[in-house]
């Protein structure tokens, strides 16, 4: 049994909680180990779907290892032996408020988001007049681990994803939480490639897709 050590607030952008904060002292992550961890403890029984996940595994567990997403396959290489020579757009992270961020430079502005690999959809704080946006009268609700909010859907007509450009991607446009950086613009979801590659010790990711 993990001991908590403190209680801290959870937030994303549908809100915040206060949860306690337990010590984990290693996880096992494949064939990776990561030691001396501080973990939230949320009710998932309280999320659509969250029945048969027992936790996620953040950027503070994550941050210094190399690892390749495979969405295709389907599957996850801890530590590859390519990770240093992987193909596609090599974007830089940096890091904010304890999370991995890329800036993304846009036909007339800049946009800071946060790579996510659980997101549904791109998400995105309103206002983003810059961007090639279409909204669609459609109305959603989005529930994440510390609660839900309402959002609209929408359309970015264009997305510059380093080298990449994607068109007509869906999105979320949520209100901006006053506990979300003022730096972040929305989350990326990383299912929109092929094949991603986390490079922590580097600070970059890789994305591909054909």
């Known amino acids: ?7 801290a607030a959870v937030g994303s952008a549908a809100g915040s909680r206060e949860t306690l904060v337990v010590h984990v002292k290693s996880l096992e992550v494949g064939s990776m180990t990561v030691s001396n961890l501080l973990a939230s403890v949320i009710e998932l029984a ?12 953040g950027h503070d567990a994550l ?3 190399r690892y390749t997403i495979d969405f295709r396959q389907r599957r996850v290489v801890w530590a590859p032996s390519d990770a240093t020579d992987a193909r596609g757009s090599s974007v830089e992270l940096q890091v904010s408020g304890g999370r991995f961020l890329i800036a993304l430079p ?3 502005s800049l946009l800071r988001l946060v790579p996510d690999s659980g997101a549904a959809s791109l998400l995105l704080f309103a206002p983003q007049a810059a961007l090639p946006v279409t909204t669609l009268p459609t109305l959603a609700t989005l529930t994440t681990m ?32 006053l506990s979300e950086p003022v ?5 990326l979801p990383l299912h929109l490639f092929d094949r991603v590659t986390v490079d922590g010790p580097g600070k970059r990711l890789i994305l591909e897709k054909t």
Do not use: Y
């Open 46 to 57: 309280e999320i659509p779907g969250g029945g048969p996940i027992d936790g996620v595994i």
């Open 106 to 108: 846009q036909r007339q």
């Open 146 to 177: 510390s609660g839900h909010t309402d959002v609209r859907m929408a359309t970015v007509r264009e997305l510059h994803v380093g080298s990449l450009l994607l068109r007509d991607v869906p999105a979320a446009v949520a209100e901006r939480d």
């Open 63 to 65: 941050g210094s290892l």
């Open 183 to 187: 730096e972040v613009d929305g989350l």
């Open 1 to 7: 049994m993990a001991p908590v050590v403190a209680k």
